[in-house]
Nanobody, 128 residues
Framework: QVQLVESGGGLVQAGGSLRLSCAAS????????MGWFRQAPGKEREFVAA????????DYAASVKGRFTISRDAAKNTVYLQMNSLKPEDTAVYYC?????????????????????WGQGTQVTVSS
């Protein structure tokens, strides 16, 4: 069973930056796609970014495109989310997710139901 542990959240002022990390352990060789999702209080979980575990293909939500960058270090079994120009509306709990489902074999996915492994979440708070 793949296990995911996020880190790097915190409190930052608007316009600032944070880098989230997601360390994966277990049978990571079976993973196809990894993603970041977030959930703000009173709102539904939403897609943020995704990356093919084999490298290359990435996808971003329109609200973060140009400000956030997802990357992965295969040697460290770690995925990163670099967040720049943060806004108060980026405040949320950020979750790392991984998928070894056939639905993500060829492409990344924006649907949370296509990810079968989740981290515990890390809080990001952006003050105005």
């Amino acid at each position: 069973q793949v296990q995911l542990v996020e880190s790097g959240g915190g409190l930052v002022q608007a316009g600032g930056s944070l880098r989230l990390s997601c360390a994966a352990s277990g049978p990571t060789g079976s993973m196809y796609t990894m993603g970041w999702f977030r959930q703000a209080p009173g709102k539904e979980r939403e897609f943020v970014a995704a990356i093919r575990w084999s490298g290359g293909s990435t996808d971003y939500a329109a609200s973060v495109k140009g400000r956030f960058t997802i990357s992965r270090d295969a040697a460290k079994n770690t995925v990163y989310l670099q967040m720049n120009s943060l806004k108060p509306e980026d405040t949320a709990v950020y979750y790392c997710a991984a998928s070894d489902m056939t639905s993500t074999y060829y492409y990344t996915s924006r649907r949370g139901t296509n990810y079968n492994y989740w981290g515990q979440g890390t809080q990001v708070t952006v003050s105005s």
